[in-house]
C-alpha cells in the first residue's frame, strides 16, 4: 500500500504571504494527485486534482504542481479563509487510495 | 446542484447495530462510485471503501474490510455504512463523497458528515 507523507504537519504564515505545501508518495503515482481543504467543522473539499488542474470554483491563487513522488500546492497570497487543514490524496494504485496526515496551515 | 445529504448524528452503545446513509440529489447515485471516509476525533482523513450503487460492487480498505458495510438502494439514491456490533473504537466523523469518474479516482463532492459517538 502506497503511504502518503504531508510535511510540514504545521505551518505558520502571515496573512498575504506565499505557503508552500508538501507531499510525498512512497512509490510513483504518476500525476493521480488531488488536494482537499478542510476548515474546523467542516467537509473537505477539493481544491486540486490531476495534480495540478484547480476544481471548479477554486480561486487562482491555489496551485498545485509535481508527479511520481514529490508533489507541492501553493497558496499564492494567503487571505483569511486559506488557514485550514491540507489533505492530499494519492489515486493511482488502486484501491485503497489513502490519503496524507494532513498539514495544517495557521496564521503567524 | 449535486449534494450528498447524509443522516443525522448517532450516540449508540458499544455491541449495537448502525447503519447511517448518504442520499445523493442533484443527480443520480448511479454511474459514480460512492465513497466513506472516517475522521476520529482530532485526526485526519482515512480512506475506508467505495461502491458502485449500481451494482453494488464494493472495494474495502484492508484497514476496514470485516469491520464495516457497505451498500446502496439505487432506487432511491442512497448509500449506507453499517456496523453489526459497535466499539467505542468507532467513535468518529464519517463522510459519503462521491468519486469524479471511473477512471479519476479522487472524491468531487462530500457530504456534511455524520457524527457517530461509541460510549457506555
Known amino acids: 500500500e502506497i503511504v502518503m507523507t504531508q510535511s510540514p504537519a504545521t505551518l505558520s504564515v502571515s496573512p498575504g504571504e506565499r505557503a508552500t505545501l508538501s507531499c510525498r508518495a512512497s512509490?510513483?503515482?504518476?500525476?493521480?494527485l488531488a488536494w482537499y481543504q478542510q476548515k474546523p467543522g467542516q467537509a473537505p473539499r477539493l481544491l486540486i486534482y490531476?495534480?495540478?488542474t484547480r476544481a471548479t470554483g477554486i480561486p487562482a491563487r491555489f496551485s498545485g504542481s509535481g508527479s511520481g513522488t514529490e508533489f507541492t500546492l501553493t497558496i499564492s497570497s494567503l487571505q483569511s479563509e486559506d488557514f485550514a487543514v491540507y489533505y492530499c490524496?494519492?489515486?493511482?494504485?488502486?484501491?485503497?487510495?489513502?490519503f496524507g496526515q494532513g498539514t495544517k496551515l495557521e496564521i503567524k | 446542484e449535486v449534494q450528498l445529504v447524509q443522516s443525522g448524528a448517532e450516540v449508540k452503545k458499544p455491541g449495537e447495530s448502525l447503519r447511517i446513509s448518504c442520499k445523493g440529489s442533484?443527480?443520480?447515485?448511479?454511474?459514480?462510485?460512492v465513497g466513506w471516509v472516517r475522521q476520529m476525533p482530532g485526526k485526519g482523513l482515512e480512506w475506508m471503501g467505495i461502491?458502485?450503487?449500481?451494482?453494488?460492487?464494493?472495494r474495502y480498505s484492508p484497514s476496514f474490510q470485516g469491520q464495516v458495510t457497505m451498500s446502496a438502494d439505487k432506487s432511491i439514491s442512497t448509500a449506507y455504512l453499517q456496523w453489526s456490533s459497535l466499539k467505542a473504537s468507532d467513535t468518529a466523523m464519517y463522510y459519503c463523497?462521491?468519486?469524479?469518474?471511473?477512471?479519476?479516482?479522487?472524491?468531487?463532492?462530500w457530504g456534511q458528515g455524520t457524527l457517530v459517538t461509541v460510549s457506555s
Open positions: 442533484g443527480y443520480s447515485l448511479t454511474g459514480h462510485w
Open positions: 463523497a462521491r468519486k469524479h469518474s471511473n477512471y479519476e479516482h479522487f472524491f468531487d463532492y
Open positions: 490531476g495534480a495540478s
Open positions: 461502491i458502485y450503487p449500481d451494482d453494488s460492487d464494493t
Open positions: 490524496q494519492q489515486y493511482n494504485n488502486w484501491p485503497p487510495y489513502p
Open positions: 512509490q510513483s503515482v504518476s500525476n493521480s
